[in-house]
């Protein structure tokens, strides 16, 4: 009985909790621009997410696991970008050679999907995949 008295408050939380539906993130208006928002496909929380593409580099913050960001607007940018984050306190990044040959992608809503895998290392632990909103 004082473990039901004293989880109560928890177990309320959590059912109010998931009771809350997702929303998308709003959608900036373009005016010629490209937004791009960060989606965390893993199963860890991503801090200080930074991604930087075409001229433009936008602090994401925290991205939690299997959630969205919300969008920030790029004058351009290209399929794939350097992002550098956090899990679990080790910094990882993904780290473009150079944009040689690369189109910049048209004025529009893009979702850069980041997943991790279990690498350790900084630089082999996120793989990028660009999906068009």
């Keep these: 009985?004082?473990?039901?008295?004293?989880?109560?408050?928890?177990?309320?939380?959590i059912l109010v909790a998931c009771d809350q539906e997702y929303q998308e993130p709003e959608r900036p208006e373009l005016n010629g621009k490209t937004a791009i928002r960060v989606k965390n496909t893993s199963g860890h929380f991503y801090n200080d997410?930074?991604?930087s593409a075409g001229t433009d580099t936008h602090e994401y913050n925290t991205v939690a696991p299997l959630t969205s960001s919300e969008?920030?607007?790029?004058?351009?940018?290209?399929r794939y970008a350097f992002v550098e984050l956090t899990i679990d306190g080790d910094l990882?990044?993904?780290q473009p050679i150079d944009f040689l040959g690369e189109t910049?992608?048209?004025?529009g809503?893009?979702?850069?999907?980041?997943?991790?895998?279990?690498?350790?290392g900084?630089?082999?632990?996120l793989s990028l995949k660009l999906v068009e909103d």
């Design 1 to 13: 009985m004082k473990f039901l008295k004293n989880s109560l408050p928890l177990i309320l939380l």
């Design 49 to 51: 997410v930074v991604v």
């Design 71 to 78: 969008y920030k607007l790029f004058e351009f940018a290209y």
């Design 92 to 94: 990882a990044t993904i």
């Design 104 to 107: 910049e992608l048209d004025p």
């Design 109 to 120: 809503y893009y979702t850069y999907e980041i997943s991790t895998n279990d690498n350790r």
């Design 122 to 125: 900084r630089y082999g632990r």
